[in-house]
């Protein structure tokens, strides 16, 4: 069977992660949140994926070739030009996404489901496709009830009682809201709704195609189902699905590695003498990485590989990307490391290159620049970060 994977999108809101890192290659505990999509599909017998691609597209590309390793066949459609030998994404929208494939070739022939490649969720593919056939809808839209209070983050979407929609809401307020069911960005689609969607042009799903189909009064149907859905549309989404994997919430994403002590797993090779730091799980510690004696970690925390924390350093509740250096004494509480960047829970990030604040957080593969420990403290606190 087929299914196309949405994979064009800048990932504006994930930010700076997605400046060298392709949305669908965001690592869930060293491991990219599509792949996981990728293993969904084929478990549902889905072996024929299309993927359009735009920003960063040859990473995408690079990474899961053909598919083969994978146990299914991937196919690519780039959506962008080359600029003076560089690729320059230029996305055509969801929607146009799909009918670009079909227009060069008609692929999709019979019922195929299409995943946004941001998040991971353990949807019984099987039993939804079943619901879509048997209501002979043209397509069929996967929603989540939600509590109300978190209806205003979603896109929201109005049924009647046979499961027909009548009308979309983006982010209502909580009064206005019509309905607790939002879309998850799963769909399920019949070859002809193709048919509605112009070529050769930008074009949305949400935005234009389904208030078509809506206004056409297709067979156009909404499927609220239980199921795991994990988002990271934005950093703080990422933060909590980080989160939520280490203190076992999601059902499909195991802890990688080996667990040493209770609550704490490790990759090959750490270095560090567990008798001389304090750690309390659930934690997650690359292979390769260094932790020196009288370093604190606090769980939930992923310490990504070839790291390396300093002595008297504090990591607690905070996720820290590959070949990061945390400096001597350096106390990071609910903060992202990634590259140049320290971001917190809310998104904000602070440029430590740009900032002067090297010696805090660098690159476990150069040497860190040595400053005065009354240098670091006022550096840090620029920061907002404490030393000792």
Known sequence: MK?????????????????????????ILQKPVMEFLVELLRLHGFDQIMVNVSHLADEIENYFRDGQRFGVQIGYSFEGRIDEGKLVGEAIGSAGGIKRIQDFYPFFDDTFVVLCGDALIDLDLTEAVKWHKAKGAIATVVMKSVPKE????????????????KAFQEKPSVEEALSTDINTGIYIFEPEVLNYVPSGMEYDLGGQLFPKLVEMNAPFYGVTMDFQWVDIG?????????RDVLMGKVKNVSIPGHEVRPGVFTGLNVAVNWDKVDIKGPVYIGGMTR???????????????????????????????????LGEGVQLVDKLVFGRYCIDKTGAAIDV?????????TDTRQEPPSMTPIERQAIAEVLGLETR
């Open 353 to 361: 290159q740009a900032a002067a604040l090297d010696w805090l957080i």
């Open 291 to 325: 932790i020196e004696d009288g370093a604190k970690i606090v769980g939930p925390t992923m310490i990504g590989p070839n790291c390396w924390v300093c002595k008297g350093a504090t990591v607690d509740n905070s996720i820290i990307f590959e070949y990061s250096r």
């Open 3 to 27: 299914a196309m994977i949405l994979a064009a999108g800048k990932g504006t809101r994930v930010r700076p992660i997605t400046y060298t890192v392709p949305k669908p290659l965001i690592p």
């Open 234 to 242: 934005k950093v703080p989404d990422y933060w909590r699905a980080i």
């Open 150 to 165: 978190e209806v205003p983050s979603y896109g929201v979407v109005v049924t009647d009682e046979e499961g027909r929609i």
